[in-house]
């Protein structure tokens, strides 16, 4: 099984810029794809960007512009990097991984802890 940290969530101001990491251990060969969502308390879970093992991505229509995901560290690290971020941007954000032979999206996902951020006006 593959271990995810999250980490680089914080308080800032709207307007400013923050970059999301995450690092996985275990077996580097059980992550296919990776990817960020985030969750709002009452919210249903948000899919925000995908990154492939070739470091093609897929961005959510709402956050393109913003929002640039990639990945690292032979391909055992991904990051997110979100500029002029918004009060609405607030929630936590979860780092997620595939295993081979899947998509994101499956059951068989592995999942980070979750790191917050925090957005003020």
């Known amino acids: 099984q593959v271990r995810l940290v999250e980490s680089g969530g914080g308080l800032v101001q709207a307007g400013g810029s923050l970059r999301l990491s995450c690092a996985a251990s275990?077996?580097?060969?059980?992550?296919?794809?990776m990817g960020w969502y985030r969750q709002t308390p009452g919210k249903q879970r948000e899919w925000l960007a995908t990154?492939?093992?070739?470091?093609?991505?897929n961005l959510a229509d709402s956050v393109k512009g913003r929002f640039t995901i990639f990945r690292e560290n032979y391909n055992n690290s991904v990051s997110l990097r979100i500029n002029s971020l918004k009060p609405e941007d607030t929630a936590v954000y979860y780092c997620a991984a595939s295993p081979p032979n899947y998509h994101l999206g499956s059951s068989y996902d592995s999942w980070g802890q979750g790191t917050q951020v925090t957005v003020s006006s």
């Open positions: 990154v492939t093992l070739d470091g093609s991505i």
């Open positions: 275990g077996n580097a060969f059980s992550i296919n794809e």
